[in-house]
Each structure stands twice: as structure tokens, then as C-alpha cells.
């Protein structure tokens, strides 16, 4: 079984950057993505990357702002957050995700906070 440990999070302004990572132990030769929930919303997908094609995709709020990239040696993912807003500002997820997309597993998550 996978575990998902994500940090990263923080309080950044508007037109800030961070860069979330999520240490997985386990198997962990899948497709791997992250999500959010907003307060009060559901949690929604963000991004994710394959394996082993490494084919990205994005949900279009963040495309071209955000990057998820992986080092398989090192079992990790990353999740670059550039041009951030008040939008972006949720508990992100990590998450091992099968072939069609669905998650099969989570982290506990990291606090991200845009103020304006």
C-alpha cells in the first residue's frame, strides 16, 4: 500500500509562488496527481502525470501557471505554483491514481493560502 506524505503549503501573496511535494513510499510506478479542496467545496482534480509516459494534464484554471512533475528514483511528485491567486487557496492532495483517473489513494494534505 502507497503512503502519500505532502508539504510545501504555506501562506504566499497574490502573484506568489510555491512548490508542493509529496514523498510516496511504496509502489509507486502509476499515475500520479494532485487535488484541492476550497472550504465549503468539494475537492477537485489539479493535475496529474503519468507513467511511464510522463503525459501531463492540467485542469484549465491552472494551466500555464502550474507545473507537476516527478522523479521516480526519489519517489517523488512536485506541484509548481506560479501566479497564484486568492482562488488557488485550498488544502492540497497528493494522490496515486489509476489508469482512467481515478484516485485510489491520498496523502493528508498541505495548507495553501493566497491573501490579496
Known amino acids: 500500500q502507497v503512503q502519500l506524505v505532502e508539504s510545501g503549503g504555506g501562506l504566499v501573496q497574490a502573484g506568489g509562488s510555491l512548490r508542493l511535494s509529496c514523498a510516496a513510499s511504496g509502489r509507486t510506478l502509476s499515475t500520479m496527481g494532485w487535488f484541492r479542496q476550497a472550504p465549503g467545496k468539494e475537492r477537485e482534480f489539479v493535475a496529474r502525470?503519468?507513467?511511464?509516459?510522463?503525459?501531463?494534464y492540467y485542469t484549465d484554471s491552472v494551466k500555464g501557471r502550474f507545473t507537476i512533475s516527478r522523479d521516480d528514483a526519489k519517489k517523488m511528485v512536485y506541484l509548481q505554483m506560479n501566479s497564484l491567486n486568492p482562488e488557488d487557496t485550498a488544502i492540497y492532495y497528493c494522490?496515486?491514481?489509476?489508469?482512467?483517473?481515478?484516485?485510489?489513494?491520498w496523502g493528508q494534505g498541505t495548507q495553501v493560502t493566497v491573501s490579496s
Open positions: 494522490a496515486v491514481m489509476s489508469s482512467t483517473g481515478s484516485p485510489l489513494s
Open positions: 502525470i503519468g507513467w511511464p509516459s510522463r503525459i501531463t
